[in-house]
């Protein structure tokens, strides 16, 4: 292949000849190949510059870089490397997002919901809709697994060319924080972008509430319409954009209003004013928050080209989304919600929902992640002691981080609040404990997990269902 042609509409300060020839490309120096071009990358704990001159020892030709370093190569400069390598990316699958329509969606809360609300709304319409995401992606009729909310550049534009080459019209994808800051989108233009909310999330990585807000907001220098929550706090600086700009909200004027809000165990109804007129919409997801999302998923419908009305009754047909508010089936008289509530936001309007429609006690079971952010982990121990009937703290993904500090960190919120309090670390001991002493019209949240199928101990991914411990839980019960 030709570096020429790999690295078009990459900005670059020194010249690239149009007949020079690479085998490929990579920014790991332990897959480089004779005759490929090495691409710098600075991590957060690597700085791909100082691999350079092993690149070359195992048989790079070409090293594309921020500065010149000490290997011996020709070397092509350029302010961004990360650009460069996602742009590089797109040229080698041929550019697929330009064969199709792309909406995407950022903020702290909401992102995976409304995105499979918008895939949702565009497939019922009878549009070839693709989603890509934090539980999964999908090609057709084809789920890919994920491991990333926006993939790397690699993956992320091969996903793409799948989905062109399968005749689809529109890509519907999350957009993470992360991948904003580490340009894994450059190069991308959507139609229609998304702002759902900004809550204290991520601090670990971003450092501060306004770096997290910046990362953000360069979605919207990348969209033709900006589609914007304008009921969040932080709703001015997102919109401020270089973008066309529809709002949306519920208690601020707004192009797509939602108001007569009924809030039921079932779902969700309420009126919707639009600039055409309006009407009812109702979602079976519960919660004042899923009509933030309905909202959202409808107005970006909107700015996709699909009217209103249409997309409202989609939306009355849609399921739930997995690990989202999610039932699961006790054959009990009490109920069992797996929710991916991981923020202190997130923990707040999950339980500030449950509690709508309780009759019986709210038992919320929940962690903290390790190596994440330690200041909202007593924030999330508040809110969870002041709007639990009885809390049971247990461990998350504790990553490489001492989960016993971990629960030291939430307990320190949890002191002082109404609720009653058990600490079990293990949480699949945690979880058997909720089953087993469960009673009547109890509702048992397990916070945090929501869609994920493993727990992070250490460096290593361990196998872990939540449905399949509550299952197996219920099982000890009857004394199966």
Known sequence: MLLYRMLHSAKTDTPVPKDLEISGFTSY????????????????????????????????SVIIAEHM???????????????ALALMYSNYYENPADEMTLAGVTGT????????????????????????????????????????TTPGPEELFYILRRMADRNINYAVMEVSSHSLAQRRVAGLYFKAAVFTNLT??????????????????????????????????????MADAPCKRITYGIDAR????????????????????????????????????????ALAAITACYALGVAPAAAADA???????????????????????????HTPDGLLNMLKAVRGFSRGRVVTLFGCGGDRDRGKRPVMGKIAGSLSDFVIVTSDNPRTEDPAR???????????????????????????????????????????KGHERYQVIGDTAVPFDERSIVADALAMERGD
């Open 29 to 60: 120096a332990e897959k480089v190949r004779p005759g490929c071009a090495f691409v710098c990358i600075k991590g957060t704990k690597a700085d791909g510059h100082t691999k350079a001159k092993e690149a070359v020892l195992r048989g790079a």
């Open 200 to 237: 204290r999330d991520h601090l670990d990585y971003h450092g501060t509430m306004e770096r997290y807000c910046e990362e953000k907001r360069r979605l919207f220098a990348q969209c033709e319409y900006g589609v914007f929550n304008v009921d969040d706090p932080y709703y001015e600086r």
């Open 406 to 448: 971990i629960i030291d960190d939430i307990l320190v919120g949890l002191e002082g609040q109404k609720a009653p309090y058990v600490v079990i670390e293990n949480r699949k001991k945690a979880i058997e404990y909720a089953v087993l002493t469960a009673q009547k019209d109890d509702i048992i949240v397990l916070a945090g």
């Open 315 to 341: 939306l009355s047909k849609a399921e739930g989304v997995p690990g989202r508010m999610e039932v699961i089936p006790t054959g009990r008289d009490f109920q069992v919600i797996l929710d991916y509530a």
């Open 254 to 293: 707004a192009d797509f209003r939602a108001a007569d809000l009924s809030l039921e165990s079932a779902g969700t109804l309420f009126k919707l004013f639009y600039p055409q007129g309006e009407c009812d919409v109702f979602i079976k997801i519960p919660g004042r928050f899923s009509v933030y999302n």
């Open 69 to 83: 370093t000490d290997a011996d190569a020709y070397h092509v400069l350029t302010n961004d490397t990360r650009t």
């Open 109 to 148: 809360n909401g992102k995976t919901t409304t995105t499979y609300l918008i895939h949702h709304i565009l497939t019922a319409c009878q549009k070839n809709a693709g989603l890509i995401g934090t539980v999964e992606n999908l090609v057709g009729g084809e789920r890919l697994p994920s491991r990333y």
